[in-house]
């Protein structure tokens, strides 16, 4: 008896928190927020393809451009299956803004200066998402299906980040 | 171990015909990464993935871009070991050892 109204007062305390805590974001959020991640590093990859001074680094953009474009088509494939409308939220927000601001920073540079802001700025936003998907999309997704995709697309990220890690080196030499 | 046991069989007498054996390609891995065969079979790429793959041996092989959902298919005749590679994403690795 005791033990019941203990785990009452504590599963009342939880409902508390959970009411002030924020709130995850919702599936249609979380499908607009990996529709978004994608577009950004195609935006990037693009310009890295015909400004980068090395052929390491144009690969590399071209890649980034092949790939997230694969994953959002599948991405496009399940919100239609599903039927989720992509929500447009504060994280899909400052993921557009974050993309626009170093696509304007990257249009002022050229050479190695531009080679080394890109590489290091794709070190940075595949870790980023990374994290956002371990913390934020796959704890919060609430579709197994869109779950799964977000978990099928985490090794390609990590690839990416590897891929860009091993750039950032060469280009350090 | 059970390519271990696989390749024992193979290698009994009358069990010689030409054999096909996949490798998976998922989670940015060539699984298994290295896979025994005997000269005359055939190897099958599959791509699992949501984005596209090679698998690459310079100068041996080349399947070129596979989509997701696709695959390639190589038959072995030269023996020895051959490693190969994802030409789009370096840190995917495999090898083919072609036994007789
Ligand atoms: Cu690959």
Same mark, same amino acid.
């Given at each position: 008896?005791?033990?019941?109204?203990?785990?009452?007062?504590?599963?009342?305390?939880?409902?508390?928190?959970?009411?002030?805590?924020?709130?995850?974001?919702?599936?249609?959020?979380?499908?607009?927020?990996?529709?978004?991640?994608?577009?950004?590093?195609?935006?990037?990859?693009?310009?890295?393809?015909?400004?980068?001074?090395?052929?390491?680094?144009?690969?590399?953009?071209?890649?980034?451009?092949? !790939?997230? @474009?694969? *994953?959002?088509?599948?991405?496009?494939?399940?919100?239609?299956? =599903?039927? &989720? +409308?992509?929500? $447009?939220?504060?994280?899909?927000?400052?993921?557009?803004?974050?993309?626009?601001?170093?696509?304007?920073?990257?249009?002022?540079?050229?050479?190695?200066?531009?080679?080394?802001?890109?590489?290091?700025?794709?070190?940075?936003?595949?870790?980023?998402?990374?994290?956002?998907? !371990?913390? @934020?999309? *796959?704890?919060?997704?609430?579709?197994?299906?869109?779950?799964? =995709?977000? &978990? +099928?697309?985490? $090794?390609?990220?990590?690839?990416?980040?590897?891929?860009?890690?091993?750039?950032?080196?060469?280009?350090?030499? | 171990?059970?390519?271990?046991?696989?390749?024992?069989?193979?290698?009994?007498?009358?069990?010689?015909?030409?054999?096909?054996?996949?490798?998976?390609?998922?989670?940015?891995?060539?699984?298994?990464?290295?896979?025994?065969?005997?000269?005359?079979?055939?190897?099958?790429?599959?791509?699992?993935?949501?984005?596209?793959?090679?698998?690459?041996?310079?100068?041996?092989?080349?399947?070129?871009?596979?989509?997701?959902?696709?695959?390639?298919?190589?038959?072995?005749?030269?023996?020895?070991?051959?490693?190969?590679?994802?030409?789009?994403?370096?840190?995917?690795?495999?090898?083919?050892?072609?036994?007789?």
């Amino acid at each position: 008896m005791r033990t019941h109204v203990f785990l009452a007062g504590l599963l009342a305390g939880s409902a508390v928190l959970a009411v002030h805590a924020q709130p995850g974001p919702t599936d249609p959020q979380i499908a607009h927020i990996v529709v978004t991640a994608n577009q950004v590093d195609i935006d990037a990859g693009k310009v890295a393809e015909k400004k980068g001074s090395t052929k390491d680094v144009r690969a590399f953009g071209k890649q980034m451009v092949t !790939d997230h @474009t694969a *994953v959002n088509k599948s991405a496009a494939a399940l919100v239609q299956k =599903l039927h &989720v +409308k992509p929500e $447009p939220n504060d994280t899909s927000a400052s993921l557009k803004k974050g993309g626009e601001e170093n696509l304007a920073a990257l249009s002022r540079l050229k050479g190695k200066e531009f080679d080394q802001a890109y590489v290091d700025h794709e070190v940075a936003y595949h870790q980023a998402v990374i994290d956002a998907v !371990d913390k @934020t999309l *796959v704890p919060n997704a609430r579709n197994e299906e869109l779950k799964a =995709l977000i &978990v +099928k697309v985490r $090794p390609a990220l990590v690839e990416h980040l590897e891929h860009a890690k091993h750039l950032q080196a060469e280009l350090g030499k | 171990m059970r390519a271990g046991w696989l390749a024992a069989l193979l290698a009994l007498p009358g069990l010689a015909a030409a054999a096909t054996h996949i490798v998976t390609i998922e989670g940015m891995q060539f699984q298994p990464a290295v896979r025994t065969v005997k000269s005359g079979d055939t190897v099958v790429w599959r791509n699992k993935d949501l984005v596209p793959h090679t698998a690459t041996a310079a100068g041996k092989f080349d399947s070129k871009s596979m989509a997701p959902g696709g695959q390639w298919s190589w038959t072995a005749k030269a023996k020895g070991r051959q490693d190969y590679a994802c030409t789009f994403h370096p840190t995917m690795k495999g090898s083919i050892v072609v036994r007789d």
